[in-house]
């Protein structure tokens, strides 16, 4: 396998290089639109053309879905293609009209204005700027322009914050993470069109590995569902399962850690979190909880719904045909191996998303931008608040 670092040194790469710029510069002058300026559109390109020549260089996915129908076990939905095209169905494409203020005729022509804001306001920003890209921040944001923006700059700004999390972040180094079997994705999605992101945090011992790789996990996942456009629009749905959760687990993280974890999925990336179901959540869950809540706002807060060891309950909110047997459902034995296969396969293009210099190098952001944690003062006040909260999760246990 290659890495990106091969990839960049080597001579056919930058002959084709100088090639897909032009060609790139061309289409873009007809399209009269910004030119990417990003790493990815350029190998994305390249490696589709050494994939139609006979050059001794492996063809490496970058993103772009094959034509072909998907290998057996490859259930979940390809990535998009490099230049832009429309997935999305009838059903679709009125539920964003309705839900996230999204007109079809206008979609390139907004995508276009964030691109357009980037490159005044930000220039110097190593961030993609393709439409396929641009649209996840925009219909995460109901397609305010502004708003958008924030977001993306979030998005890049949480990598710098939390470098133990976003380093070299690729399938490979949290394969440890996905043979416990601390998360998958369920093969079908609920009514609404959702995906069900399964977390066990039972799995996990604080002596196993650092608390971070699970993040790792998590992030990568969420990178993955967010690809295909319908996700983009129904949003995800997560199924929390407590069983095995002890003192241990409950305080490793910490209010600090929670903080940069609830500040990543509301205001860093790009996807709408639709329902949070806790199930088989023990006592201590109360003090779990006391350290979270603090940090979600209103809304996420009544997503979350504690059903106990209920199932009945867990059915009303998820349906059975969907779930495994594991939560009552009809749906075969919880696979763990089919997601973790889904991210291992997709190693080299997160190689080019991640393994790469600093995007905010040379970009000057407020201090407002900055995480708490990494203001003068924050990392005492939680841990102020953290004595404090351990104390609620002796009382529970």
């Known amino acids: 396998m290659r890495d990106a670092h091969s990839i960049l040194q080597s001579p056919i790469y930058h002959r084709r290089r100088r090639r897909v710029t032009q060609l790139i510069t061309l289409s873009n002058e007809r399209r009269n639109v910004a030119p990417p300026g990003t790493v ?134 949290v394969k440890h993470v996905l043979d416990l079997g601390f998360l998958t994705v369920l093969p079908h999605p609920d009514l609404n069109g959702c995906y069900i992101l399964c977390l066990r945090p039972g799995k996990w011992k604080a002596n196993d590995y650092p608390f971070e790789d699970n993040i790792r996990a998590i992030y990568l996942t ?79 807060a009544e997503r979350y719904v504690l059903h106990g060891s209920d199932l009945r309950s867990l059915h009303r909110k998820i349906p059975q045909s969907v779930l495994p047997e594991e939560y009552g459902g009809v749906a075969r034995h919880l696979d763990m191996s089919a997601w973790s296969k889904t991210l291992l396969d997709s190693e080299e293009e997160f190689i080019v998303e991640f393994c790469q210099p600093d995007p905010l190098e040379g970009v000057v952001l407020p201090d407002s931008m900055l995480f708490e944690g990494e203001q003068p003062g924050g990392g005492a006040r939680d841990d102020d608040t953290f004595r404090g909260l351990r104390s609620q999760l002796y009382y529970c246990y």
């Open 40 to 173: 990815r559109g350029l190998l994305q390109a390249v490696a589709k053309m050494m994939s139609e020549e006979s050059e001794p260089m492996r063809h490496i996915d970058l993103g772009s879905p094959s034509l072909e129908q998907p290998a057996a076990g490859h259930w979940f939905p390809g990535p998009p293609p490099p230049v832009y095209s429309c997935t999305l169905t009838p059903e679709l494409v009125a539920k964003a009209r309705e839900e996230l203020q999204e007109k079809p005729e206008w979609r390139l022509r907004d995508a276009q204005a964030l691109r357009d804001m980037v490159l005044k306001e930000q220039p110097n920003l190593r961030t993609r700027l393709d439409d396929a890209f641009l649209l996840r921040f925009l219909r995460a944001r109901k397609f305010d322009y502004d708003r958008a923006m924030q977001l993306l700059l979030n998005y890049h700004t949480s990598r710098r914050a939390w470098p133990e999390v976003f380093q070299d972040l690729k399938p490979s180094t």
């Open 222 to 300: 969420l990178e993955k569902l967010i690809q295909p456009e319908e996700t983009q629009v129904n949003g995800i749905v997560i199924l929390a399962d407590y069983t095995g959760v002890g003192l241990s687990q409950a305080s490793n993280p910490g209010p600090f850690l929670a903080k940069k974890v609830v500040s990543i999925l509301q205001d860093s990336f790009p996807i709408r979190i639709k329902a949070v179901n806790i199930i088989n959540e023990p006592r201590i869950f109360k003090g779990i909880f006391a350290i979270i809540k603090p940090f979600l706002k209103e809304k996420m």
